[in-house]
């Protein structure tokens, strides 16, 4: 990803100042290599020259060019094995290589389309053939990192909505999702406050400022390794130990708890607001899946669900309350300030215990 980002930002930057693309000129002789960079450079093209094959593939890792004009014949590594080397590799497979040769027989034409050539020219090469080929190569690898480009940005919107093993099963085909996951936690926080606080100021503030909780809380769920559920209104739902089951799903999910009510804090003293929050944590299975067909939605159903926004409901502003299956996770390596009993509508009586920090 790193490297296509590169390559799209060379190539960017080149257009942009007036240049229309990087060419890459290899041959072992200099006389050779002049009469294929002047024209070209003529032409507003940018040529960079390697004298041998292996200078063009260190050329190539420095600065991936837009095209390549590669002589066949050159000592050590011929013109063949440059273009097998530069194909095999995912980095530089996209770039056009234009085999400039003075062969003429019919195999060695077959070897360079072996070798992943796009193109050939003969020598002597006609300049008008030459910067046509060229022209032709370089839009047609522009259009590619485009292409390349919003592919990249597509993926990444999906993987905004939905977690990445799921992103791919779909982009497989797949379109009716759903899971039995028999062991995990769900977090349910809720800002305390916050409705009174929006009351006061304006739309654009008050979308500001739940970006600046929601996206902080994201960074968290992300380090901890929980899956973002979903926010609704001003609460947060967040899950370990899904689409990918871990046995640590307990921990990671009281860890991220105490570290959300002190990004909070660090929200209050930034901000001079009041905000508190409170969090419901349960453990236990659910049905994960997706919903929709083109505005797509992951989510959680059942009983874990169900309790945790219980909790959450119930519990004290400030406060973090966890189920009893949970507490039993828990409870060796984290501190509590005892427990009590919960009327819970349609579970009946339900112990609960405050969680305060670790051991």
């Known amino acids: 990803m790193q490297t296509e980002t590169l390559i799209r930002n060379k190539s960017s930057s080149a257009r942009a100042l007036g240049c229309r693309g990087l060419v890459l000129v290899v041959d072992d002789d200099e006389a050779n290599r002049m009469l294929l960079r002047d024209p070209l450079e003529t032409?507003?093209?940018?040529?960079?020259?390697?004298?041998?094959?292996?200078?063009?593939?260190?050329?190539?890792?420095?600065?991936?060019?837009?095209?390549?004009?590669?002589?066949?014949?050159?000592?050590?590594?011929?013109?063949?094995?440059v273009c097998r080397r530069l194909k095999k590799d995912a980095r530089t497979a996209h770039i056009p290589i234009l085999i400039v040769t003075a062969l003429s027989e019919r195999m060695e034409r077959m070897m360079g389309i072996a070798a992943g050539a796009s193109d050939f020219l003969s020598k002597p090469v006609d300049l008008q053939e030459l910067t046509l080929r060229v022209n032709h190569a370089v839009r047609a690898k522009h259009l590619f990192d485009e292409l390349r480009a919003e592919q990249a940005r597509a993926e990444n919107l999906l993987l905004n909505i939905l977690p990445r093993p799921i992103a791919d099963r779909m982009k497989q085909g797949e379109v009716?999702?759903?899971?039995?996951?028999?062991?995990?936690?769900?977090?349910?926080?809720?800002?305390?406050?916050?409705?009174?606080?929006?009351?006061?100021i304006g739309p654009d503030q008050v979308v500001h400022l739940l970006n600046e909780i929601f996206s902080g809380f994201d960074l968290l769920a992300l380090k901890h390794g929980l899956e973002k559920i979903k926010t609704i209104g001003d609460a947060y739902m967040a899950a370990a130990g899904l689409p990918l089951p871990r046995p640590d799903h307990a921990e990671a999910t009281a860890d991220l708890a105490l570290d959300l009510m002190a990004d909070i804090e660090k929200f209050n003293r930034a901000y001079n607001t009041s905000i508190q929050l409170r969090i419901g944590i349960s453990t236990g299975s659910v049905v994960a899946g997706v919903i929709g067909r083109w505005k797509f939605t992951y989510d959680l159903w059942g009983d874990t669900v169900n309790l945790a926004c219980r909790l959450e409901s119930l519990g004290q502003a400030g406060g973090i309350q966890v189920s009893d299956l949970t507490y039993q996770r828990l409870k060796d390596k984290y501190r509590f300030d005892g427990s009590r009993s919960l009327d819970i509508k349609g579970r009946g009586t339900e112990l609960v215990h405050a969680l305060l920090g670790r051991l």
């Open 43 to 81: 032409h507003g093209y940018e040529i960079i020259e390697a004298e041998n094959g292996e200078q063009a593939l260190q050329k190539v890792e420095q600065r991936p060019p837009d095209v390549i004009l590669l002589d066949v014949m050159m000592p050590r590594l011929d013109g063949f094995e």
């Open 176 to 200: 009716n999702i759903a899971e039995h996951h028999p062991d995990v936690s769900v977090l349910v926080a809720d800002l305390v406050g916050f409705t009174t606080l929006a009351a006061h």
